[in-house]
């Protein structure tokens, strides 16, 4: 049978790469390489994943360096020859093995202002949103979002300026910038300013290369970049 | 953890680093590219030394890299601004390889005519 | 430095890029002309002395630089050195003043 020779991160950040090998199978995704890892081999690896099918965003994990969604990678797609490398995702603290902590990616969405601030109560009657209105387009650009963390793994000026809300957060805030219905705008922008914010971009474009459900957070945030300059020039920031 | 190349090996990252390396290259020659053009206070003879001084092969070379590295800077440049100031369009790439093929026609430009 | 102040320093850049895409694409070509017309100092100065177009050109040139070129390094002396802290921001007002008044005696040089 073909073996794989898959290397896994083990331990803490002082921890290291161990080698195991895996039958290969076909259709195998790299996220049925690391379950058979921790259920047939090793039962102390540490990693995450929920739904197995591309909709919790649970499982993102560095592949040959590259950071993807372990269950929708197919092992024929990435594997060099019959190795492959699996590491947690950068830029985040690690717990243990495969496992990082989120809690400062999410923090970097609530700072910068990723709660929906209703303009109108309960008593008024439902917003009227035109579903080809220029600000409702630009939101459906960037809200199928589902946080998985593989942007801000990628974007090199999370790693250079710690800071900086990174590419998931910003692309939020500018749904919400679009929302006609939200009642922050303001604050918002204010809150996407600055040395951590839109404007430390680079447009490295890594963001929009590995999000995979192919959402451009580049874009995003440049129209933050706008949105924010026309505030700042407005005396409004 | 952190990224490595493999995380950074796309078109646009490396034109960001063509676009921050050529920045600094050209913000540490204008001092040298200024003082030059200063020894023109002191005469065309000053002047003229330097210029022969620029005829040796090396520097005709470093002169080339240049002219390269500000034209790279130049369209890379152009093409931030129409990705930040423009509708977003799929044309990333494309903008991309116009901006580097413009840039190495005008350095061609450059060195042929020397 | 706060929001505010690191937006406009966002404008500016921005703002002396353009101006520094028309400018730079003129030199160029100037550049190119002067390798056909003769590249002796003579030669030169005789087309540039006295010309105030070329001065009033050039002058708005090396604004633009001296704008355009501290805002970039200071961030990567911020996101490669690790030097965040006030000093940079008056170690880059330094670049800015002795990048614009080097380029304007530079100029005056040539074409006064």
Redesign the interface.
Known sequence: MDMLQVSVWRGAASGGYRTYEVPRQESQSVLDVVTYIQRSIDPTLSYRFACRVGMCGACAMTVNGVARWTCRTHVAKVAQGNAIQIAPLANLPLVKDLVTDMREFFDKWARARGQFVPSATRHEDFARVASDSPGRVAANAGIECIGCGVCYASCDVVSWNSGYLGPAALNRAWTLVNDVRDGARRERLAAVAGDAGCHACHTHLSCSERCPKNIAPTAAIAGLKRAVAIAAWKGEL | ????????N?P??WA?LVH?LS??A??VF??F???A?????QG?????GL?RWTEQPLVKFAEIVL?LL??A??TG??R??A???LP?REW?KSLLALAAGAALA?GL??AL?? | MGAKAETWLWIAQRASAVLLAVCVLAHLLTIIYAMRHGLSGAAILERTRGNAVGLAFYSLFVLAIAVHAPIGLRTLCQEWLGWRSASLNWCMAAVAAALFAFGLRAAWAVFA
């Open positions: 953890m952190s990224n490595d190349f493999r995380a950074r796309h646009a990252w960001f921050r920045g600094l050209l913000s204008l001092p590219h200024f003082w053009l200063g020894q023109a206070l065309e003879a000053r002047l003229d210029l002219v500000l034209a800077h130049l440049g152009l931030l601004l990705l930040e100031f977003w990333q005008a430009a450059f005519a020397l």
